[in-house]
């Protein structure tokens, strides 16, 4: 392969100036959500979502990944920072076991090759693993990865463990730290649907400002 190959996450983001969609969203929380002191809100289009939910399903035993595709903006009127996750890319060229996934050489120039020929308008917002049967939290290497790759404050980490269907957001905080037990959900943006297509069950909605409880703990 050859080398096009740049550490991910080293650019500063260049925010676009855009009222955050939250007309044709739908808000999902976890049950940590208290404990997470986010800088940024995260909107996931429905597209989006589809196509990860299909990769993260795709392989039940061995972790998959992938970059997290699309928009670092800033609403004009409240001045809150905000990623819009519009596409994913699956990581190729991994290293894989149930308990790990590792990002080789070869995946980096993927990434960044993808990215650069079919999404020259986008940046990489973060990225997203699976964990089979075991959860949804951030491993020690995990964490490492995202603080040598994801370092931008406003670059998210996403864990799925597709066999419970459960799925979260791990954020900067603002003090600057990374907080690897506690999660947040998201804004589901409907760019294709009316109705939810969200089907974690770690995670519930808020519906006219009153959220619906969820039996599963997260």
């Known amino acids: 392969m050859t080398s096009r190959i740049k550490i991910l996450g080293t650019e500063p983001a260049t925010m676009c100036e855009s009222p955050m969609p939250l007309a044709d969203s739908l808000r999902w929380n976890s049950l940590r959500e208290a404990a997470v002191n986010v800088q940024v809100e995260i909107f996931f289009a429905q597209s989006a979502y589809a ?15 992938g970059a997290l595709i699309g928009k670092v903006c800033l609403d004009p ?32 120039v993927s990434l960044n090759t993808e990215l650069e020929d079919n999404y020259p308008d986008k940046r990489i917002v973060g990225w997203y693993h699976t964990h089979p049967r075991l959860g949804v939290f951030m491993s020690s290497y995990d964490t490492w990865l995202h ?38 959900g998201f804004y589901e943006w409907s760019d294709v649907n009316d109705e939810s297509i969200v089907e974690w069950s770690n995670l519930s909605p808020v519906l006219d400002g009153a959220e619906l409880e969820i039996e599963a703990l997260a």
């Open 51 to 65: 196509k990860c939910v299909a990769h993260t399903k795709s392989e039940m035993e061995s972790e998959v990944g």
């Open 77 to 108: 009127e409240t001045e809150q920072q905000y990623i819009l996750i519009q596409d994913i890319i699956p990581a190729l060229y991994t290293k894989a076991g149930q308990t790990h996934v590792t990002f080789t050489h070869d995946t980096l």
């Open 147 to 184: 603080n040598h790759f994801f370092h931008d404050s406003t670059q998210v980490a996403l864990v799925v463990d597709p066999y419970h269907e459960q799925g979260g957001f791990f954020c900067w905080q603002a003090n600057g730290e990374l907080d690897p037990m506690n999660y947040t």
